[in-house]
């Protein structure tokens, strides 16, 4: 939501950010495909193994950096995510405490144990609360809009900070020129990556051809794309220029409709955490060469100690979530999506050598396309995000 007022702060703003969450969606399921086909041509499992036979094993640190940065990040915005919603949620019922406070509460008191369980199947079915409750905030947010209830005279209007009030201007369609729209789509970086997963959904799909898994993707990002857009569109429609990075906290915390949003938010990211957690950890072990048989309970106790400990104490000194949000997008949402995918493709192509078909050499060339308009976005949306400039303010 934020990243569309990063750039324009008038309604129509909406036509260029739908279009860019389109084809940033259309990139992330066309990549994400890529990755399945690698693994097909070359037999790899997993996204690392598709890495080191289309690019080589001294190379094999770049992914695992990446791939524990990444969940890192992930982690922190999940911890900023529950500071402000457990602080919201007490609100409701009358509780004032502290942003620190909650942090601490939330981190000692519930996360920690989680990050200390060593077999976290018991905990996988639980993320099915996630897709709960980002449904039931749509519904939140969509009704609070329709119902005028944050407009002018509206019902909550008056409970909600004057910084985080509805706020238009004239800053339109056109304002998508900016530079700083290029803050959305590092944001959008992020919120489409998946492409770890895909050698295993390529590997658990029943009868698991390439068209048959080309469909599976079209219909999972379709939906994610509609998604996005129409909750954007809302949010954005409801506080304009003033919309926070986490949304949530622009509502009323006296209005119990988006209380209970908070509420299901904060639950799915609880559970949610430690499994993305594991990939913080385990990458930070892969990126140090720890060997599996020298990963003792002690050693994982210990770093996952250390670990969420940097995590909370970044946490409660960072309060941007926008920053963490189109940084981690920008540096590795986008390495992700448009860099390394279409890295591993044009080395399996490579690889080919003359059984490569003319079509498949002329893709080799267009995904090279892809990784370098990935890398200018990355290289000026990390700019535009350290400078927290926002055009729509």
């Known amino acids: 939501m934020l990243g569309i007022s990063a750039f324009g702060n008038a309604p129509s703003a909406l036509i260029p950010a739908t279009i860019i969450t389109t084809a940033i969606g259309a990139i992330s399921a066309y990549t994400f495909l890529l990755i399945a086909r690698v693994c097909k041509m070359t037999g790899a499992t997993s996204y690392a193994d598709a890495w080191d036979k289309t690019r080589g094993t001294s190379t094999s640190w770049i992914?695992?950096?990446?791939?524990?940065?990444?969940?890192?990040?992930?982690?922190?915005s999940y911890s900023m995510i529950?500071?402000?919603?457990?602080?919201?949620?007490?609100s409701t019922f009358s509780i004032t405490t502290t942003r620190t406070n909650s942090l601490i509460g939330v981190t000692t008191l519930i996360l920690l144990p989680l990050c200390l369980v060593k077999n976290l199947a018991s905990l996988a079915p639980f993320s099915l609360l996630g897709i709960m409750g980002m449904t039931y905030t749509a519904f939140a947010i969509?009704?609070?809009y329709f119902g005028g209830a944050y407009a002018i005279g509206g019902k909550f209007l008056p409970d909600v900070a004057?910084?985080?009030?509805?706020?238009f201007g004239n800053l339109g369609a056109g304002a998508v020129l900016s530079a700083n729209s290029l803050i959305l789509v590092c944001m959008l970086s992020t919120a489409y990556i998946a492409h770890f997963n895909a050698p295993r959904f390529l590997r658990e799909l029943k009868d698991n051809t390439i068209p048959r898994f080309s469909k599976v993707t079209g219909i999972s990002f379709g939906f994610?794309?509609?998604?996005?857009?129409v909750v954007s569109a809302m949010?954005?429609?409801?506080?304009?220029?003033?919309?926070?990075g986490l949304i949530l906290n622009n509502y009323s915390t006296k209005?119990?409709?988006?209380?209970?949003?908070?509420?299901?938010?904060?639950?799915?990211?609880?559970f949610s955490y430690p499994l993305l957690f594991v990939g913080t950890r385990d990458g930070t072990l892969d990126f140090f060469k720890v060997p599996e048989e020298k990963r003792t309970a002690s050693l994982l106790n210990q770093t996952t100690l250390l670990l969420l400990g940097m995590l909370t104490a970044l946490a409660w000194k960072i309060t941007d979530l926008t920053l963490?949000?189109?940084?981690?997008?920008a540096v590795f949402g986008t390495a992700l999506i448009f860099v390394f995918p279409s890295l591993m493709y044009r080395g399996a192509i490579k690889a080919l050598g003359d059984k490569a078909t003319n079509s498949q050499k002329r893709e080799a060339k267009f995904a090279m396309i892809v990784n370098l308009v990935g890398i200018v976005v990355a290289g000026i949306g990390t700019r535009m995000s350290l400078l927290g400039t926002g055009g729509g303010h």
Do not use: K
Not at 224 to 229: D, E, M, S
């Open 324 to 329: 963490i949000s189109s940084l981690s997008g």
């Open 224 to 229: 994610c794309t509609a998604f996005y857009a």
């Open 142 to 144: 969509g009704m609070r």
């Open 255 to 270: 209005d119990l409709l988006i209380s209970a949003s908070r509420f299901a938010v904060a639950i799915s990211l609880i």
């Open 63 to 76: 992914i695992a950096l990446s791939s524990a940065l990444d969940c890192f990040m992930g982690n922190l």
């Open 162 to 167: 004057v910084g985080l009030q509805p706020s």
């Open 235 to 244: 949010a954005f429609l409801t506080f304009g220029a003033n919309c926070d």
């Open 82 to 90: 529950l500071a402000d919603s457990i602080r919201g949620l007490l």
